[in-house]
């Protein structure tokens, strides 16, 4: 696919990165990719990389990741993705499993963890030894890489992804090349991504989410801009100007609470709500205000790409109303992450679309949604497909419904469901999703309740949006305010208004400091490891109840 893409469109922009000092970003053509990656996989093949051996990367989302990545596997390899915020036991326990001989590093401290437990680390900022090793190999053999790419089959591993151990040590998701294609080609077929979209690229290409979008890229031949720099989004947005962003829940979360919290009450404030609910289809709405809301996105967005965990109907229906729409869409990384999208054009709020063509989707007697099609895995790496898929159909873990649309609703994890003293059962991830949407100070929450008899909450609050309240003192002191407190009670009685009895948040404690992905409470693509956080948090837990 990579090497066609090359082919179709040589001078076509593959890729565009920030320039160091800034002003216009530097632009790539696919010709100069192809050249980069032919080099990479032709110096890794001369260093004897074997078919379907494995080869780390360490690295942050930049364009080099993308070139190691195609150069692995035009040379027969498998890569092997490692998160940058991973532990030194985290990535000795996903190298050594995974038996990789190579790796990639972005810098001298992600050298320093991958080093101890590969044949060889290579410097993302410094390749020149392997490039001119590969220009080498390809003077004396020209078509040595196209020769090794034709005798790599549908059904030979192209990436192995570690899953993020919400529920366990993380496991080796053994992804083939046929399952990469079959993302690629069914996105097209959507026909929802054109060929002169531009897309802004920053999650974690470490995870499935990002490399599914890599083989969408291949498809359809638009092109995308890469920084995965988090902190200037924002500042990206305005620069690139793309037409499609993916993106995880807590970016709309947090865009949304900035929004509704700049613009405050009075006149300005009943404005704003009558131009969301008019919504961009009103002619004086949109030109008075929601164009406003569109221009700090760029102002050519056509819509954003929703997934990693859930996101709260009530937000995606508001970006819908001001002309942003999002396309939530539903996976796991035994899924290669796209496997249920909704249609930008014709959402279904509450809901994660419907399958992607080729892919099948039902609900088992338990409710436990079941996904079969081929982009689903060949396995975990150590076990093979039988042992883990049933007659074909992956067990999913999570707890859903379909409409008469045809639509899938995810109601909840089947392992994360609460099961209070009671006996009555609450959906944790549910309402947590609409605490987020209804306070603009809530980071994280975990909602709890199991075997307890009634249900309680943590909450951590968002820097960005706290240090907007002007309050002086520490952290830890503005987080015991009266006025903290009040706003935060004032809205778990508004989310309790809309639950059952039985779900409501009955006490909550703020915490003083964040839930993070160093501390090992949040997984890369910023999901809560529930197990953890309720283990690391027992006493405080304990405390609500007595």
Request: net charge neutral; with cysteine; hydrophobic share 40%.
């Amino acid at each position: 696919m990579f090497l066609a893409r090359a082919a179709r469109t040589p001078e076509g922009v593959a890729y565009r990165r920030p320039r160091a000092g800034g002003g216009e970003w530097a632009a790539q053509t696919w010709a100069e990719t192809a050249r980069a990656v032919r080099e990479i996989a032709a110096g890794l093949i001369a260093l004897g990389l074997r078919p379907e051996d494995r080869v780390a990367i360490a690295s942050g989302t930049r364009v080099e990741w993308i070139e190691a990545d195609f150069g692995v596997m035009c040379a027969g390899g498998a890569t092997t993705t490692v998160y940058p915020s991973s532990s030194p036991e985290e990535v000795r326990h996903v190298l050594t499993d995974s038996g990789s001989r190579f790796a990639f590093a972005e810098d001298a401290a992600q050298r320093e963890k991958v080093a101890p437990h590969v044949e060889r680390v290579f410097l993302l900022d410094d390749l020149g030894e392997l490039r001119a090793r590969g220009r080498e190999a390809l003077r004396a053999d020209p078509e040595l890489v196209e020769r090794t790419t034709a005798a790599v089959g549908p059904d030979d591993l192209a990436t192995l992804i570690y899953t993020s151990g919400t529920t366990g040590k993380p496991k080796g998701v053994r992804i083939a090349h046929g399952a990469w294609v079959y993302q690629g080609l069914a996105i097209q077929a959507m026909g929802i991504v054109r060929p002169d979209d531009v897309g802004y690229l920053w999650l974690p290409l470490s995870h499935a989410f990002g490399k599914a979008l890599l083989s969408c890229q291949l498809s359809v031949g638009f092109e995308f801009a890469v920084d995965g720099d988090v902190s200037r989004i924002v500042q990206r947005l305005a620069e690139v100007r793309p037409t499609i962003m993916p993106a995880v829940p807590r970016i709309f979360e947090k865009v949304y609470a900035a929004v509704n919290a700049g613009v405050g009450g009075g006149l300005k404030g009943r404005l704003f709500a009558w131009a969301v609910k008019a919504g961009h289809r009103n002619v004086l709405a949109d030109k008075l205000i929601l164009s406003k809301v569109r221009a700090r996105f760029g102002g050519r967005m056509r819509y954003f790409i929703s997934g990693a965990s859930a996101l709260s109907p009530d937000i995606t229906a508001w970006f819908g109303a001001v002309g942003l729409p999002i396309a939530e869409g539903y996976g796991l990384t035994e899924s290669c992450a796209t496997t249920i999208f909704n249609r930008p054009d014709d959402p279904e709020y509450g809901t994660v679309g419907r399958p992607l063509p080729g892919t099948a989707v039902r609900i088992a007697p338990d409710g436990e949604v079941l996904l079969r099609g081929p982009g689903v895995m060949s396995g975990y790496h150590g076990l093979s497909a039988d042992e883990v898929l049933v007659d074909g159909w992956l067990h999913t873990g999570d707890i859903g419904e379909i409409t008469a649309r045809g639509s899938l609703r995810i109601t909840d994890r089947k392992k994360d469901l609460i099961k209070t003293s009671n006996g009555k059962y609450v959906a944790p991830q549910a309402v947590e999703a609409r605490f987020k949407a209804l306070c603009p100070l809530a980071g994280q929450i975990l909602v709890h309740g199991e075997n307890r008899k009634y249900v309680t909450a943590l909450i951590d609050l968002d820097p960005d949006a706290v240090a907007k309240l002007g309050l002086t003192g520490s952290y830890a002191e503005i987080t015991r305010s009266p006025e903290v407190t009040a706003e935060v009670a004032r809205c778990v009685d508004k989310l309790n208004a809309d639950l059952n009895p039985w779900e409501t948040v009955k006490r909550f404690l703020i915490l003083d400091h964040h839930l993070d992905i160093e501390s090992g409470i949040l997984t890369p693509s910023l999901k809560l490891r529930r197990r953890v956080a309720e283990d690391r948090y027992r006493s405080q837990l304990d405390s609500l109840y007595t």
